[in-house]
């Protein structure tokens, strides 16, 4: 069984920072791209930057120059480092992982259970 536990939402000012974390745990062969998405109210779930095993990164173009994703391989992690942030950040924001559990079975997705981000003065 796997897990992927985020923390790091919280309310915000326009303009502040906040950084997410999420990390990975239980049966983990290896991982492949880490990456968050977020849902605002009334919207589509959209991908927001993901992260592949070997280092190479997407950013939607809302979030390009003010949000920056890493992962720690060692620590199965992965971040978002957001900065600036506006009142249209607002959104559940979900962790992602595409995981090997063992060399036999074949990767699957794999989904946090969101965190809460509120951009509001």
């Known amino acids: 069984q796997v897990q992927l536990v985020e923390s790091g939402g919280d309310l915000v000012q326009p303009g502040g920072s906040l950084r997410l974390s999420c990390a990975a745990s239980g049966s983990i062969f290896s991982i492949n791209a880490m990456g968050w998405y977020r849902q605002a109210p009334g919207k589509q779930r959209e991908l927001v930057a993901r992260?592949?095993?070997?280092?190479?990164?997407y950013y939607v173009d809302s979030v390009k120059g003010r949000f920056t994703i890493s992962r720690d391989n060692a620590k199965n992690t992965v971040y978002l480092q957001m900065n600036s942030l506006k009142p249209e950040d607002t959104a559940v924001y979900y962790c992602?992982?595409?995981?090997?559990?063992?060399?036999?079975?074949?990767?699957?997705?794999?989904w946090g259970q969101g965190t809460q981000v509120t951009v509001s003065s």
């Open positions: 992602n992982a595409n995981i090997w559990s063992t060399i036999k079975t074949p990767p699957r997705d794999y």
């Open positions: 992260i592949s095993s070997g280092g190479s990164i």
